[in-house]
């Protein structure tokens, strides 16, 4: 009697490399998430802070970073912003977008920033600012 050998489909292949990759992929996100305050102290790591400002000119920005829960910080050449609001941090996350209705071309400490979530597309809060916090490393002599 011939003895036939048995073949994987296709999809049951397919599923088990998927069940594999999900496997490979829980392993590594089991790392500790670093908290809102981790990630801003080792964002600015080597810099010192400088006098807090009231105001930021926006066009300077080159990119803003907003921290779980924490801060919000602008960055502008080779000096950090931070924003901790007076109101609204406890509800920041890195995936919110940011919408700031300005009459000028400066963000300040008297605005507020509206809180707009990338994935539902609603709006989830607002943020009332305080006074910005520059952080740069300090200049070698």
Do not use: N
């Not at 924490?70 to 609001?85: D, F, L």
């Not at 509800?91 to 008297?110: A, H």
């Amino acid at each position: 009697m011939m003895r036939m050998k048995r073949r994987w489909s296709p999809v049951l292949h397919a599923l088990c490399a998927a069940g594999f990759a999900l496997l490979g992929a829980t392993s590594a996100d089991a790392r500790p998430r670093l908290t809102g305050e981790q990630q801003l102290a080792k964002m600015l790591e080597g810099k010192v802070a400088g006098t807090p400002v009231d105001c930021i000119t926006l066009h300077t920005i080159d990119s803003t970073t907003v921290i779980d829960k924490t801060a919000v910080v602008y960055k502008s050449g080779r000096t950090y912003y931070v924003q901790r609001p007076r109101a609204g941090a406890d509800q920041l996350d890195d995936d919110d977008i940011l919408v700031t209705r300005l009459t000028t071309s400066e963000l300040c400490s008297i605005d507020t920033v509206q809180l707009h979530d990338r994935v539902t597309g609603f709006w989830h809060g607002f943020l009332t600012l305080d006074k910005f916090v520059p952080y740069a490393k300090p200049r070698t002599k």
